[in-house]
């Protein structure tokens, strides 16, 4: 009696967790449904620079569909940000980082860092990323990079130097130093010439150019470092010119969201 009863226990047990297997499938089949419904044939249809409403009607319905998708939350959100309402956007990520927080979370600390320009708070997000998950990668760059960034524009050089240093040789040690991301070999540079560090920012800028020769900001920083080291002032004028043409022809910090925000330390071509 005791075996049938095992045989029976057994048998409901690997039934409910067939069920399970089908169930997570069918879920993931559904939202997909719901995604290319909601989204792509319809919230894509609609610029949401001057068609805020439509996209966000798309998506209200979706979440009537089922409000526990956390890309519904997301696209909600992303808007708000490109049009500088952060507050708005970030009560919608929120929601999205609560249903899915490996997807999402470092998503948000980005966002606090690059578009609301809350550092102390986007340290905070990724520093519990980084002990979740360890130090994986955010829009191109690890998230200690962008923890350097708070740290350039929270004043704490140092902290930022070390940071970027440490992402600068591991590029280098896994793929060379054409590989190394000329934006934070810029960073670095800027750690350095914040602490006095001229000589040593300069050789930091210049690799950056090695890699990327119109860079502006590079340019107009090391041109800076230059004067302040009594250099001629006919070449850090000509460098400075240099740095300020190319800035105009487009060729600054070579980063995605620079469509929608001044990143730290970029140089605009109409500034002093």
């Given amino acids: 009696m005791n075996t049938l009863v095992k045989v029976?226990?057994?048998f409901i047990t690997y039934s409910c967790l067939g069920?399970?297997?089908?169930s997570t499938m069918e879920?993931?089949?559904?939202?997909?449904?719901l995604i290319e419904t909601y989204v792509k044939n319809c919230a894509e249809k609609y610029n949401y620079n001057f068609e805020m409403s439509e996209w966000q009607s798309c998506l209200d319905e979706g979440l009537k569909k089922d409000s526990t998708i956390a890309y519904f939350w997301q696209q909600k959100a992303m808007p708000y940000f490109k049009a500088k309402k952060y507050e708005v956007g970030m009560r919608y990520l929120n929601k999205a980082v609560l249903l899915d927080p490996k997807r999402w979370q470092p998503y948000r600390a980005f966002i606090k860092c690059i578009f609301q320009k809350s550092y102390n708070e986007s340290i905070l997000d990724f520093q519990d990323c980084i002990?979740?998950?360890g130090n994986q990668y955010e829009m191109d760059h690890t998230y200690k990079f962008y923890i350097s960034l708070c740290h350039l524009q929270l004043n704490s050089f140092n902290e930022a130097e070390v940071l970027l240093k440490e992402y600068i040789d591991d590029m280098l040690k896994k793929n060379g130093e054409s590989w190394v991301h000329p934006t934070a070999l810029f960073y670095y540079g800027i750690s350095l010439y914040e602490q006095k560090k001229y000589d040593n920012a300069i050789i930091a800028f210049?690799?950056?150019l090695t890699?990327?020769?119109?860079f502006s900001d590079a340019k107009i920083y090391k041109a800076i470092c230059m004067a302040k080291l009594g250099i001629s002032t006919s070449e850090v004028l000509k460098l400075f010119k240099e740095g300020k043409e190319d800035a105009k022809l487009g060729y600054s910090i070579n980063e995605d969201n620079t469509l929608y925000e001044t990143y730290?330390?970029?140089k605009k071509w109409h500034e002093n």
């Fill in 8 to 10: 029976f226990l057994l």
């Fill in 19 to 22: 069920q399970s297997n089908e």
């Fill in 27 to 33: 879920r993931k089949n559904r939202v997909d449904d």
């Fill in 131 to 133: 002990k979740k998950w």
């Fill in 206 to 208: 210049d690799r950056a």
């Fill in 211 to 214: 890699i990327y020769k119109n």
């Fill in 264 to 266: 730290p330390y970029q």
